[in-house]
């Protein structure tokens, strides 16, 4: 139990359920099974962090819960009655895999009591867990294993995804994906020799320009890769421009021999 805080516990909650309109401190030790000190200290704590209070008196001191008691209970019992979800099963992981308390559960998941209560309560109402509360050599504990009910629901729940493994695996593909852009193409003339008799070369491979010299396979400076991109960009206009010119000189020689052969019917 986080003794030394007034953070909320699973084992807080576990006492504060037991607390009834008949509670007193001398009787309570029996009903979380501890010694009358420890039920006193538990119930001294409780007081201190706001969601008990207790009548001092000669005779039998009576306990109840605080406003701030009963909140905390309400939002409790209204958040176990949801369905469990992902962190639940978390911990019903951790659980299995041999965390039995809540303080060994919240250092196994780097996980805040007061929150880790909240799961541990909903799975106790899912009747997911069962819990034994008893006295040790470290003193009054509360020990946590898996039902049968919980084994079955970790059994059929999705096997968590390995994030390391994605993690790891993400930036090779990313890098293969990235060289595959850059990799050279296969030339038309060797396309179409690998392409056997009979075979025509694919649209593709008929397309493909051929491969530059070897000297231009090794990678260019930045200097050289602009002029590539300039001379490109000039090829690729020039080629625009002939295009355009063939086809204006293929559209006057058009009509050059419609207006002869109009001319020779008149």
Known sequence: MADGTRELTFEDLLVLKRIDADTVVERFSSKINASFFEAANLLGKLKLKGYVDIEASPGLSKVWLTEGGKTIMNVVE??????????DLTVLRAISGGSNSAPSISKTLNLRHSDLAFHLYRLLA???????????????EVTIAMTEAGFNK?????????????????????AGAFMNIF?????AKEAKRDAGPGRAPAIAEALAPAL??????KPLTAEELKRKIIREKKDTALRKWVNLAGLVLLLLLLASIVYLYLKSQS
Not at 78 to 87: C, H, I, K, Q, V
Not at 126 to 140: E, F, Q, R, V
Request: charged share 25%; proline share 11%.
């Open 154 to 174: 970790l059994n059929s729940a999705p096997a968590p995804v390995q994030v390391e493994e994605q993690a790891e695996q993400k930036p090779a593909a990313m």
């Open 78 to 87: 209204s958040r176990a009655a949801e369905e469990t979800d992902n962190l």
């Open 183 to 187: 990799k050279p193409r296969q030339p």
């Open 212 to 217: 530059e010299p070897a000297a231009q396979s």
């Open 126 to 140: 899912h009747d997911l867990i069962d819990y034994t509360m008893h006295t040790s050599k470290a003193g009054w």
